[in-house]
């Protein structure tokens, strides 16, 4: 059989191009464009007589054309059943549209119709966009918009999996807020919730763009350093200090919180799962003392006055 990009019979492909709603292209068993319907030609924003004679996987963006490529010629070995392929497809324009791809292979008919493919192109933008949505609200803080503990944990793994790799420190910061308890239960948690994502404001503001802040819950936040030495770790935790401790204006209230932090390093080169309790664990106790100590300071002072 010759693999020619010769167009079906119009009365075959009116009835399934003139109404679609998804994309539609008819192609040799190689991938070569017959025909493209006008949905397929819209999503692409080319025309069909741009299209016809060209590659299919030449539509397809240059960070999945390998990947779809492959899914091809696996699937065009046996063809019994249907491909069902997730891609992006790049338009004339150079954006990218993300789309499921469902292939099925038609068989040479004894009227002599040459075998071809048939291929559904669905643009699922918004299911992507609705995962990429879900997904960011598993892994996110739904008040402050940081990650969450699950998100904490990974970035701390793959943190330390650098730093095995590369020999680089890795140090994490645990912080609590001072007083925060006080502010919930006298002044209502609407304003505990505006001192959180304030904090989480100015948490942010002093974090390199290599540093991962989190929320762990309640009024305990994190920080993963990458390639940070425990001196650097230190001037991170006195800059937001500073920080925290100037007065919050809030719903025509000011509000000043105090800030516990402790500190847990790595030297770099241990395996994760050597140390990743360890330095949590360490961060976590030395907060609890940096605690311990500003309480006793506040009533030092208090039995001084």
């Known amino acids: 059989m010759i693999d020619v990009a010769v167009p079906l019979p119009a009365a075959d492909r009116r009835s399934a191009f003139a109404n679609a709603p998804m994309g539609v292209a008819l192609t040799t068993p190689t991938g070569v464009l017959v025909d493209a319907n006008p949905a397929l030609c819209e999503m692409l924003g080319r025309t069909s007589a741009e299209l016809h004679g060209r590659s ?34 790049q338009r004339a324009d150079g954006s990218d549209v993300p789309v499921q791809v469902t292939a ?7 009227e002599g119709l ?31 918009g940081l990650p969450n503990r699950l998100l904490f944990q990974d970035r701390l793994w793959h943190a330390l999996e650098r730093g095995r790799r590369e020999n680089t420190p890795t140090c994490v910061l645990i912080t ?15 304003m505990g919730d505006l001192v959180l994502v304030s904090f989480a404001e100015r948490l942010r503001s002093v974090l390199r763009a290599s540093d991962t802040a989190a929320r762990l819950g309640g009024d305990e936040f994190s920080i993963v350093c990458e390639n940070t030495e425990p001196a650097d770790a230190e001037v991170l935790a ?35 799962g050597d140390v990743y309790e360890r330095v949590v664990r360490e961060a976590d106790d030395a907060m609890y003392a940096d605690k311990a100590r500003r309480r006793h300071g506040r009533r030092g002072v208090a039995a001084r006055d």
Do not use: C, Y
């Open 104 to 110: 099925s292979w038609v068989a040479e008919s004894p």
């Open 238 to 272: 006195d800059r937001l200090r500073a920080s925290v401790t100037e007065p919050l204006a809030l719903g025509g209230r000011t509000v000043s919180v105090g800030l516990s932090i402790g500190i847990g390093s790595v030297a770099g080169g241990d395996h994760p």
């Open 176 to 190: 609590d807020l001072d007083g925060f308890k006080v502010i919930n239960d006298e002044l209502g948690h609407p």
């Open 114 to 144: 040459a075998a071809h493919l048939v291929m559904i192109v669905e643009d699922i933008t918004e299911r992507k966009a609705l995962e990429a949505q879900l997904v960011h609200r598993s892994l996110h803080d739904p008040l402050t």
């Open 56 to 89: 299919v996987l030449d539509q397809v963006h240059p960070d999945f054309a390998s990947a779809a490529g492959d899914a091809f010629a696996a699937w065009i070995a046996g063809p019994a059943r249907p491909l069902r392929h997730e891609t992006r497809l």
